[in-house]
């Protein structure tokens, strides 16, 4: 089993599981690789579609050489690399059973439904500075995967209050993951299938966080890709 994740800024990688006899006494993936986004400049974004295709290698590398149990695997990225890994979701949707987001955005990338988690930190300054580019990630994957009664073109982008999502709407969790505290919601689509989670770590900045791995693997766990169909557990995703 295997976990991207890196204390690094402008990361992007892939979670993938294997078989069981891979996996060494623990629920959770290890770490396996990076793809390093580039610099904060402008010149650093003309490279996606490098660092998509290169995610794309990985992929391949993975499956010709691991045991990758193909039904599970998922997208994800820190910070700017969160938006590498969205052009690989946009490019490669029909391998992943899902989509996560570490501090990060979607750029311009239009991805299809599909489970999808936001991370970020409750004193993420980056989130404050990109308000608008996050909620509009938020208004996308709240319309594909038929999230109602939120209106994600209003949440807050970095709070440890919910978002701003209403106590009422959801499933609303506060969890301990690696001695970092975390406010989880939970957001369902009209079937009652968890297809959208959002997670903030109280006084985080923008960093990569010990609890990352815990609670991003608790959601993404739940979700598979079998000929082209997305399941919740064993039900088919509406």
Not at 113 to 135: F, K, N, R, W
Not at 178 to 194: R, S
Not at 195 to 205: C, G
Request: glycine share 8%; hydrophobic share 40%.
């Amino acid at each position: 089993a295997s976990y991207m994740t890196g204390y690094l800024n402008r990361i992007a990688g892939m979670i993938l599981t294997g078989a069981e006899s891979t996996i060494a006494d623990t629920d959770l993936p290890v770490p396996v690789y990076l793809v390093d986004c580039g610099e904060d400049t402008v010149e650093a974004f003309r490279t996606l579609d490098q660092a998509t295709e290169e995610m794309k290698q990985l992929y391949d590398y993975m499956v010709e050489n691991y045991p990758v149990d193909l039904t599970r695997v998922f997208a994800t990225g820190f910070s700017a690399g969160g938006v590498t890994s969205s052009y690989f979701a946009q490019e490669y949707a029909d391998l992943l059973a899902g989509y996560v987001t570490m501090h990060s955005n979607l750029g311009k990338a239009q991805i299809p439904a599909m489970p999808y988690m936001y991370v970020t930190g409750s004193a993420d300054e980056a989130s404050i500075d990109t308000t608008e580019l996050i909620q509009a990630s938020l208004v996308h994957f709240g319309e594909v995967n038929g999230i109602q009664d939120v209106n994600f073109a209003e949440l807050e982008t970095a709070k440890e209050n919910g978002y701003g999502v209403p106590a009422e709407v959801g499933e609303h969790a506060d969890v301990v993951a690696n001695g970092e505290n975390y406010h989880v919601i939970t957001l369902f689509n009209a079937a009652g299938q968890p297809t959208m989670q959002l997670a903030a770590a109280e006084n985080v900045v923008h960093t990569c966080h010990a609890g990352l791995a815990p609670v991003i693997w608790d959601y993404v766990k739940q979700f598979s890709l079998v000929d082209g169909i997305r399941y919740f557990n064993d039900e088919v995703i509406e």
